[in-house]
């Protein structure tokens, strides 16, 4: 992704047809320079075999809301960002309902930024999966 600044969510929502983020169905719903909120409507195809929701599927919505977010904070010159390391620790699932997620910046540097993000079952309140990850910000060369 190239360095392009703030955006709105509505700016940010129309990045994401024809994109992983946009076949899973990630709406954001909130951006301000270090927090992006978003939110998933759990569908059956983003189930596991097992019938509960798949963990890529929580981690495409947490690293989305990370990423877009990393790009209204890359510094000036810099040429876009990649994702170099991500975690998550998964707390509780859902079946049908919404999954939502804030994203919040913990560090903001020249060469790197870390976000954590909460992804959490909008119909019970409780917390699906507690997320970070790395973002190596890229220069030109």
Known sequence: ????????ADELNALLPGTLPGLLGVTITAHE???????????PDLLAPNGYLHAATVIGLAD??????????????????TT????????GTAREGRITTVATNVHTGRTTQVWDAVVTNAGTGKTVALFRCTQSVLWPR
């Open 1 to 8: 992704m190239a360095a392009t600044g703030f955006h709105t």
């Open 33 to 43: 320079p270090g927090r992006l909120e978003a939110a998933l409507d759990v569908r």
């Open 64 to 81: 989305t809301a990370c990423g877009l977010a990393t790009r209204a904070l890359l510094p000036d010159g810099a040429a876009g960002f």
């Open 84 to 91: 170099i390391e991500l975690k998550s620790n998964f707390l």
